[in-house]
């Protein structure tokens, strides 16, 4: 997991309910970039999306260690 990926990570394991614009706008990042480290992070397995986009959360599958 990159740092860029961690910050990310830590923020979904803080707040499981965080949506991405509210991710986008804690790391001031734009809200394709966000979306991006998000979908590598489901497809390392390290989240996954429990729910739908609205009223879900974020599962935390692996801490990668």
């Known amino acids: 997991m990159t740092s860029a990926q961690s910050e990310v990570?830590?923020?979904i394991a803080k707040n499981p309910k965080?949506?991405?614009a509210e991710i986008?706008?804690?790391l001031g990042l734009p809200l394709?970039?966000?979306s991006s480290r998000i979908?590598?992070?489901k497809n390392k397995n390290f989240i996954r999306r429990i729910g739908p986009?609205?009223?879900g959360h974020?599962?935390?599958?692996?801490?990668g260690l």
């Not at 974020?58 to 801490?63: A, G, K, N, T």
């Open 9 to 11: 990570f830590a923020i």
């Open 18 to 20: 965080a949506t991405t």
């Open 24 to 26: 986008a706008d804690i």
């Open 32 to 34: 394709k970039t966000v």
């Open 39 to 41: 979908k590598t992070l």
């Open 53 to 55: 986009d609205k009223g």
């Open 58 to 63: 974020w599962e935390i599958v692996s801490d």
